[in-house]
């Protein structure tokens, strides 16, 4: 079992930036996937970033929905076995909860790819 907590979310004004963080404990977290998911009011959860496993203390292959690329930036510390989201250039429609999600291994855009969820935290872009 994998127990994922989020933490960071908040309020931010538009073109702000805030840094989201998942503490992860349960297994070997180096040999997670770990992706970041975003659920707006009314929509759909969507795939925002995600993250490779990494052997080594961070690292791991990205990727990016085109909506956040460029403006976001995921990373990982596997010493503290924690996975970041660095929100930069923000927008209210970023404004959603976001999620915090792992996997074995590789990282997909596909939630029904991912066992372990965290709860969530919201996320509020002022215009």
């Known amino acids: 079992q994998v127990q994922l907590v989020e933490s960071g979310g908040g309020l931010v004004q538009a073109g702000g930036s805030l840094r989201l963080s998942c503490a992860a404990s349960?297994?070997?977290?180096?040999?997670?996937?770990m992706g970041w998911f975003r659920q707006a009011p009314g929509k759909e959860r969507e795939f925002v970033a995600g993250i490779s496993w990494s052997g080594g203390r961070s690292g791991g292959t990205t990727s990016y929905a085109d909506s956040v690329k460029g403006r976001f930036i995921i990373s990982r510390d596997n010493a503290k076995s924690t996975v970041y989201l660095q929100m930069n250039s923000l927008k209210p429609e970023d404004t959603a909860v976001y999620y915090c999600?792992?996997?074995?291994?590789?990282?997909?855009?596909?939630?029904?790819?991912?066992?372990?969820w965290g709860q969530g935290t919201q996320f509020t872009v002022s215009s």
């Open positions: 999600a792992a996997r074995n291994f590789g990282a997909t855009m596909n939630s029904v790819d991912y066992a372990y």
């Open positions: 349960g297994n070997t977290f180096s040999r997670n996937g």
